[in-house]
């Protein structure tokens, strides 16, 4: 199983991700084609801006070696970027990608939550 130009995948990540997460008003998911490939983003939605709140964008792309997945933090407690490559032969490769972003979201909320608290 491979997407050479990755387009199926996005397109079904994009569909599973944003059904999962439509109950979730603080996140937003979005189709992105920039003309050479389509990626998927997921971030936090636009908040009354203060420079430490805590945000993230998180960017899935992919191709024949698999789905890169490139995590970022920003504001309050925020860590180091992170990149992640679920390989094309993984027999479940979107259920991956999916188990991962939904890892990241619960990661970034308990962030949320640690900054209410302060």
Same mark, same amino acid.
């Given at each position: $199983?491979? #997407?050479?130009?990755?387009? &199926?995948? $996005?397109?079904?990540?994009?569909?599973?991700?944003?059904?999962?997460?439509?109950?979730?008003?603080?996140?937003e998911v979005s189709l992105v084609d920039n003309g050479a490939f389509l990626s998927v983003k997921v971030r936090t939605k636009? /908040? &009354?801006?203060?420079?430490?709140?805590?945000?993230?964008?998180?960017?899935?792309?992919?191709?024949?070696?698999?789905?890169?997945?490139?995590?970022?933090?920003?504001g309050y407690a925020s860590g180091e970027w992170q990149r992640q490559?679920?390989?094309?032969?993984? &027999?479940?490769?979107?259920?991956?990608?999916?188990?991962?972003?939904?890892?990241?979201?619960?990661?970034?909320?308990?962030?949320?939550?640690? #900054?209410? /608290?302060?």
């Open positions: $199983m491979g #997407y050479p130009d990755g387009e &199926p995948l $996005m397109r079904s990540l994009f569909s599973r991700l944003r059904a999962e997460l439509r109950p979730d008003d603080s996140i636009r /908040q &009354p801006f203060e420079d430490d709140f805590p945000r993230f964008r998180l960017l899935i792309w992919g191709g024949a070696a698999g789905a890169n997945l490139s995590h970022r933090q920003k490559l679920v390989r094309s032969d993984d &027999p479940d490769i979107e259920g991956t990608v999916v188990e991962i972003v939904m890892r990241c979201i619960r990661t970034e909320r308990k962030r949320l939550m640690a #900054y209410r /608290q302060r």
